[in-house]
């Protein structure tokens, strides 16, 4: 046999182990190869038809799975080298010229090398991928908190239509005692349709009551008042709930950390719903994770100042923001306002979720697991996440639609209380009638500026008649791609 000859058998066997084998006379251990390689392809393929895509990536976020796949792509990328090395000594290279031996030799090494670097790639992506769940997801609960009870199989969301999470955007500064929720968003997603609200409350909200019977409520009968500042400005705001409850310990018979509860159990009550967990989005985290998967295209409306002294500039356009400046045009509150700051955060989360395609999250994971990490404070229990992924991939295709409690609508300096909830209940209510959508075609908004329209808005929901606030998510985004 030529030095040709045996490096393309080496070659073949490694896509077909046993093909050297077969070739040199072993046939029993050739064909015991192709046999089991055979079958393990075979399995596989059973399992992918077999499985809802959905349920089998829900699978892959529970701790065994991902242990077994580490320890598994070590010892399939250690049995493929012996593989190689065995099929070239079978192939009796000894009998080349020594030419031919070194050349045989020194590629099939190489060749063995190779073939380990996928099964590498795969254990190490995999051990990220567990480490970062691990980190932001606790399997243990809080001190004082309850054991979490393991999700049943046949009904994981213990009989519950809906599921709440509570999405807020913080920041995390060294000048800044305390944490400052600044950006206030319920998700509210159907688990059966994967139809979703997500209800925006300003931060500015006064006067906000809490539920009757809790600590707070007993603290503030008549809502939450507190005496101005030195500087005049409020500390007694919806965004400074969590800060509050979190700074008076005694209030909750000394409980620490009562700030999360505290805000989940207000939110709630003031939307007439239950909220099930909550995730703190630290915003410059936030920042980050734009970064990690190449920023995102959004077509910016008018131009967006920002900076101390006003030295920073979002220009007017279409627009691919890095992660930095992608944060600016969601926060910036220089010649704006709260409200118009809040319809830029929802832009931003569109165009975040409209972008962040499979491709794109598989390509560069380690960026975006490493910028997650940094990202995400959470009460999510780790046992969910094998039920909530799945439903996730469902929101993905669903009808997202927003609220925003915001003037007119709500004067958020004597809010309507009733109306707030009355709101929330019609929004959720036309979401449960309301069919899965594909991807729908639509003109951009009519307050978007005069730059390119794009291709496709997905999950817009048309208005309906009435009086009826809710809209697609990226509805009056100037186009967000």
């Known amino acids: 046999m030529s030095a040709g000859g045996v490096l393309g058998w080496l070659v073949l066997s490694a896509l077909a182990p046993g093909a050297a084998h077969l070739r040199a006379g072993w046939r029993k251990t050739g064909l015991a190869l ?171 909200l006064e006067n906000v009551r809490f539920r009757p019977g809790t600590p707070m409520a007993e603290r503030f009968p008549n809502g939450f008042r507190l005496p101005t500042d030195p500087g005049g400005g409020r500390s007694d705001l919806l965004n400074s709930v969590w800060e509050y409850a979190d700074a008076h310990p005694e209030i909750f018979g000394g409980k620490q950390r009562q700030g999360p509860k505290v805000l989940m159990d207000t939110i709630g009550y003031t939307l007439g719903v239950k909220v099930d967990w909550y995730a703190l989005v630290n915003m410059w985290g936030f920042a980050r994770l734009i970064d990690a998967i190449g920023g995102i295209t959004i077509n910016v409306e008018t131009d967006v100042v920002f900076g101390k002294y006003n030295e920073g500039l979002v220009k007017a356009g279409t627009r691919k923001l890095k992660g930095a400046d992608a944060m600016w045009y969601a926060r910036s509150r220089t010649n704006s306002d709260d409200y118009t700051r809040m319809r830029r955060q929802r832009c931003v989360l569109g165009a975040l979720l409209d972008q962040a395609d499979p491709a794109t999250v598989l390509s560069r994971f380690n960026r975006i697991a490493l910028a997650t990490k940094e990202l995400i404070r959470t009460d999510i229990p780790r046992p969910m996440l094998k039920h909530l992924v799945p439903l996730a991939l469902k929101v993905k295709n669903a009808e997202v639609t927003s609220v925003q409690f915001v003037p007119p609508l709500i004067n958020t300096g004597y809010p309507d209380w009733d109306k707030i909830r009355t709101i929330a209940g019609k929004a959720l209510r036309d979401s449960a009638v309301t069919k899965p959508a594909v991807a729908a075609t639509a003109s951009a908004s009519p307050t978007a500026s005069s730059g390119p329209s794009p291709k496709k808005t997905p999950k817009k929901v048309a208005k309906q008649p009435g009086d009826n606030p809710a809209q697609g998510l990226t509805e009056g985004c100037g186009g967000a791609l």
Request: proline fraction near 6%; aromatic fraction near 8%.
């Open 34 to 204: 192709i046999s089991c390689y055979a079958a393990g392809l075979l399995a596989l393929l059973a399992l992918w038809l077999a499985t809802d895509l959905g349920n089998l990536i829900g699978s892959l976020t529970e701790n065994s799975w991902l242990t077994t796949i580490v320890v598994g792509s070590g010892v399939l990328g250690l049995a493929w080298f012996v593989l190689i090395v065995h099929s070239f000594v079978v192939l009796r290279p000894g009998r080349l010229p020594q030419g031919g031996q070194i050349l045989t030799g020194t590629l099939a090494g190489l060749l063995a090398v190779l073939v380990v670097v996928p099964f590498g790639g795969l254990g190490q992506t995999v051990w990220t991928y567990q480490r970062t769940l691990n980190d932001i997801f606790k399997e243990t609960p809080a001190d004082g908190e309850p054991p979490v009870a393991e999700p049943k199989p046949e009904d994981p969301w213990a009989g519950r239509r809906r599921v709440n999470i509570l999405l807020l955007g913080g920041d995390a500064d060294d000048h800044r005692v305390g944490v400052r929720t600044d950006s206030m968003n319920l998700a509210s997603v159907d688990v059966t349709t994967g139809n979703t609200v997500l209800f925006s409350l300003p931060r500015n």
